[in-house]
Each structure stands twice: as structure tokens, then as C-alpha cells.
């Protein structure tokens, strides 16, 4: 079970979002107050497509198909891979990828526009480069393009908490959004040869896994690919502002007050524990669609013990054969002996059965 510190109250205002950041066209309001994930892909420019391709896809869910062939003809491009909010107990877990021609990489995020770790931007900033990149007449929108896959807490906590050994954990989930955001931007036509990932877990493996499903592109995992490489850079900025207008769109649908009033969703964060201690339903818990409530964090709340602490006691019946108690597998048993009274009962509801000597 996740469950990410943060240290210091510095590291948690750069990670609480404004109370007016920019909310992209990546937020799709319906999905996240229902608790679903989606994904959510920009325009391509037109001067990365091959001459021959248009881009007429929707930019959440009905992409082109995965098995579109690798455009070699369009702008080489290089694509950079990031995500933001793993360790928090609250809201989204969102992946970022962002694309853009080689050549501009170097010069048009670091020396322009002056991208960098969205851990060390402020959130006034990240959200003023987030709108230059979604605004029509700017450069970046011009040149670059950019996708996310927002993981939501109630598929985050389902997957984590899936019986009988069939643990989907966060690091598989990480991977395959992934992928597929990365095969989601081959599918649309632009030709990308160079990929920068942010690793988890240990880079020389997962740079060997990402080789064999893209084996035409020159392919980089690295710690700290965020503050190394610009296209992370960028791709960290596309999901970290995504996610803080994530919660910003979650925490508006609850009340009318205009203050963050979860802050960061970091359990670290006083205002987070406040707000969870605070809003606990005895029995529910906390809606699906903010509280991933597979984390360490919202488990010992839950099982609190105390007159001001703890939720509901519910106690399961134990499956137990021994019991006596009927099975689901009962309903399907084996017909019974030819002789039995009520051997073909099921048949006689509807009628004699003809034997084969009616054909």
C-alpha cells in the first residue's frame, strides 16, 4: 500500500494546486465525479503528420487504432513520459507524455518557456505554462503535442486490492498507462524516434520491456528524467496541472467554499488528514472518485479505535464448506441417476422429451 511522505511545508505548497489553475481540456468532469479513468489525447499539429494523414480522432476515448503502422514519412519527434500524485491518498494518479520535434526540444522548453521538474515550479507557473501550451496562437501549441491518462482512486484501489492473487499493483498500472499513451501517439500518425521515460522501479528493466514493444525507437529510462531531459520536463507539467485541476473540479463538485480545502491530498499534509478525519462516513468511508482507500493512510482511520475514532464493525460470514450452508456451485450440480423420480424434471416443465426415435 502506497503511501508517500513529504517533507517540509515548502514541498507541500508547491504541490497544492491554486484555487484558480487553469483547467485544461485534459478534465473530463463527468469521468472523474463518477470515479472512472480516462484519457485524453491533443490535436497533432499538422506540421508533425505524415502529408497524406489527418487527425479527425476524439481526444478521450475512441483513439486510432493501436495497430496503425509507425510513420517514418512525418517530423522525427521526441517523447517524453511522466506522472504526478503516486504517493497522495486523495484524487487521481495522472501519466503525461508530450511530444514535440528533436531539434526545438532544448530551445523551446528550457530556454523559451522555461520548463522544468513540476515539483520545483510553482503552481502559478505550471498552470501559466499549461494555458500557453492550450492556447491556439502560441508556439507550443503549434509545435507540440500531448496526452494524459488519469487513474482514478476508486480503479487505483481496486486494482491494488483485487482477491485471490490477483493484485494489479500501482507499478503495473503505471506501466501499462504507459504504454498505451505511447502507442496511442504512434497510432496518430507522428513519427517518434527518441523516448525519455521517468523510471519506476529499477530503469535497466524497464527500459528492456519498453525496447521490445517499441523496438524502432531509441529509448531512455532514467531517475530524474524530470529535471534531466526537457520533453519529461514538459510531460511532468501535463500531468501535475492536470491533476491539481483534477482536485480543484473534485473539491468544487462537494461545496461552495472557494479554498483548497483538502490542500495537497499528500497524507503528510495537515489540511489532507483534517479533511479526511473531518468527512469519514461510519460505514462508506469517503466517495470513490477522491479517497484511494486501498492507502495505509484511510485504512487506519477506518480501523480506529475510540469513541471519536474508527468506522462501522462488519463482519463477513466465513465461507466455510463445513457449514452446511448452500454453494453457488449447487445450482449447477450433475442431473441426478437415470431412475430417479424427478431425473429429468426440468424437461417435464416443459413438455415430454422426444427420444431419438421421433428424428
Known amino acids: 500500500m502506497e503511501d508517500t511522505q513529504m517533507g517540509g511545508d515548502e514541498n507541500i505548497a508547491l504541490e497544492t494546486p491554486i484555487s484558480d489553475v487553469f483547467i485544461p481540456p485534459s478534465i473530463n468532469e463527468p469521468a472523474l465525479l463518477l470515479g472512472d479513468s480516462y484519457t485524453y489525447f491533443s490535436p497533432v499539429p499538422p506540421t508533425l503528420l505524415p502529408t497524406d494523414t489527418t487527425n479527425t480522432s476524439s481526444p478521450y476515448v475512441g483513439a486510432p487504432s493501436e495497430s496503425s503502422e509507425h510513420n517514418t514519412t512525418g517530423t522525427p519527434c521526441v517523447l517524453g513520459v511522466d506522472e504526478a500524485g503516486r504517493g497522495p491518498v486523495l484524487g487521481p494518479m495522472v501519466y503525461g507524455i508530450f511530444y514535440l520535434p528533436i531539434p526545438l526540444s532544448d530551445h523551446l522548453l528550457r530556454s523559451t518557456h522555461h520548463f522544468d521538474d513540476s515539483k520545483v515550479l510553482t503552481p502559478a507557473f505550471r498552470s501559466s505554462l499549461m494555458e500557453t501550451l492550450c492556447t491556439p496562437s502560441s508556439d507550443l501549441y503549434s509545435s507540440c503535442g500531448w496526452a494524459i491518462s488519469a487513474l482514478s482512486a476508486r480503479d487505483i484501489s481496486s486494482g ?10 500501482l507499478n503495473a498500472q ?9 502507442k496511442g501517439v504512434y497510432a496518430r500518425g507522428v513519427n517518434v524516434q527518441e523516448i525519455y521515460v521517468d523510471t519506476i522501479g529499477q530503469p535497466a528493466a524497464y527500459q528492456k520491456k519498453l525496447e521490445r514493444i517499441f523496438p524502432t525507437a531509441k529509448i531512455t529510462v532514467a531517475k530524474k528524467a524530470d529535471s534531466l531531459y526537457p520533453c519529461v520536463s514538459a510531460a511532468s507539467v501535463c500531468a501535475k496541472v492536470t491533476r491539481d485541476a483534477a482536485l480543484e473540479t473534485l473539491w468544487n463538485a462537494r461545496t461552495d467554499e472557494k479554498e483548497m ?14 479533511w479526511l478525519k473531518g468527512n469519514m462516513h461510519p460505514l462508506f468511508g469517503w466517495g470513490l472518485a477522491e479517497c484511494r482507500f486501498s492507502w495505509g493512510t484511510a485504512k487506519d482511520l477506518l480501523e480506529a479505535t475510540g469513541p471519536k475514532g474508527g468506522s462501522v464493525k462488519v463482519d463477513w460470514p466465513v465461507d466455510d464448506d463445513a457449514d452446511g450452508a448452500p454453494k453457488m456451485t449447487d445450482f449447477f450440480a450433475a442431473a441426478k441417476e437415470p431412475g430417479d ?6 424437461g417435464n416443465w416443459f413438455g415430454t422429451p422426444a427420444g431419438l426415435e421421433a428424428f
Open 160 to 169: 491494488m486490492l483485487r482477491p485471490n492473487g490477483g493484485t494489479y499493483n
Open 174 to 182: 503505471a506501466m501499462d498507462a504507459t504504454i498505451a499513451l505511447i
Open 261 to 274: 480545502g483538502w490542500g495537497s491530498g499528500y497524507p503528510s499534509d495537515a489540511r489532507c488528514s483534517s
Open 341 to 346: 423420480c424427478d431425473a429429468d424434471e426440468l
